[in-house]
């Protein structure tokens, strides 16, 4: 087993992407035996998270719907996480840990909502009003943890967490006392105009939605890996994060670094926020924090801290979500199965650096023991 692992997982080149693909293979495994203790096929469960998700055909579709806009849903709903796993990844990459995603999306979502979504403005002219309240919301937001962390040393997890909720009982307030839909019990759907998804165009004989936002999401995971490879400003993050106390040595102004690298990660999160609520959505639930942006944790997690990596464990943990629902119609399972998958990728996923460290003292370890029979040999 050690040997095996050796072979697969050992090497500098691309070391924690096979990493990444043994953590998600680990985890569908254990999936699979969840489902096999439940008498459920897992096979076919898989199967029906990627019919649900539209990347596979399903047995019979609804009138005007077929295995193309399932996927074009599929991106709907994918978007918003490739916006909250590199807000994530850009604090990790800074040395911070930002759980306050969720928070930050319930406020720029609200803004965005309030100040531009009721207006009677045109789609050219609210659809970007909705993506630069997001995006200043969502950094205000990062800025206030950022200055928490570097005036008083109040620490990222603990203040992100408080705001998430300070932020849901607060904006519940408003939304409950102004803006409550009495059919939903949510927030009053956005004008379309302002949405920043377009629902329900009829072409080719279908009826489907196209996500505005995620060529702009592609493009941020492209221009967000190209600042922090070949720019001053990345390198510097990446150096306060990898060790503040080394970082000031070389003349690193640490805490306009800090706050920066919060600034940057809300204002992707209010990206996340429109993109979900005023967009894939078109409402705002009262009183529940968005589990999006705790899914980002392990996307980010999964994606190696890399952009790129990013976008595919983007895609493959909205295969999971999207697709949980068709699963649970067809099998009769609980769609909290694919909360447990998740879960599985999230706990491999974070055991990626001790998976590493093992590998790698193993591989030490096979070849000082077969240097040491060759010496043998030799000898004799």
């Keep these: 087993m050690k040997k095996l692992m050796v072979r697969l997982l050992s090497g500098e080149k691309h070391q924690m992407f096979r990493i990444s693909v043994f953590a998600v293979v680990i985890s569908l495994i254990f999936g699979a035996v969840v489902l096999l203790m439940i008498s459920t096929n897992p096979f076919a469960s898989y199967l029906n998270l990627l019919q649900g998700s539209g990347l596979a055909p399903k047995h019979s579709y609804a009138g005007m ?22 807000s994530v990844m850009v604090a990790l990459k800074g040395g911070l840990f930002n759980i306050g995603v969720s928070g930050m999306m319930l406020v720029s979502s609200f803004c965005a909502t309030a100040l531009v979504g009721y207006s009677s403005l045109s789609a050219g002219i609210a659809r970007p009003l909705v993506l630069i309240t997001g995006i200043v919301s969502g950094a205000l937001v990062g800025a206030i943890i950022g200055a928490l962390k570097f005036k008083f040393n109040i620490n990222e997890v603990v203040s992100s967490i408080m705001l998430n909720y300070i932020f849901m009982y607060v904006l519940t307030f408003f ?7 009495p059919v939903s019990r949510q927030s009053i759907n956005i004008s379309d105009s302002a949405r920043l998804t377009i629902i329900d165009i009829k072409a080719f004989g279908l009826k489907f939605d196209v996500p505005l936002a995620f060529i702009l999401a592609i493009l941020a995971a492209f221009i967000i890996r190209f600042v922090m490879n070949r720019t001053t400003i990345g390198y510097e993050i990446k150096a306060v994060g990898l060790s503040p106390a080394a970082a ?4 690193i102004n640490i805490r306009k670094n800090i706050l920066l690298t919060m600034v940057v990660s809300g204002a992707l999160a209010g990206l996340a926020g429109v993109t979900y609520y005023c967009g894939y959505v078109g409402s705002i639930q009262p009183g529940v924090v968005p589990g999006l942006g705790f899914n980002a944790i392990a996307v980010a997690l999964l994606g190696c801290s890399d952009p790129i990596g990013c ?62 029979e060759k010496k043998g040999g030799a000898q004799a």
């Design 65 to 86: 719907r077929n295995m193309f806009t399932d996927f074009m849903s599929f991106l709907d709903a994918m978007t918003p996480m490739i916006f909250a796993s590199l």
């Design 248 to 251: 000031n040595y070389a003349g």
């Design 175 to 181: 939304i409950n006392s102004y803006y409550l839909d």
């Design 311 to 372: 976008i595919l464990a983007s895609f493959l943990i909205t295969v999971i979500s999207k697709g949980s629902i068709y699963m649970s119609s067809q099998q009769g399972v609980e769609i909290e199965l694919a909360d447990l998958i998740t879960a599985f990728i999230l706990i491999f996923s974070a055991c990626s650096g001790f998976i590493k460290e093992y590998t790698d003292k193993a591989e030490r370890q096979l070849k000082e023991k077969n240097f040491n």
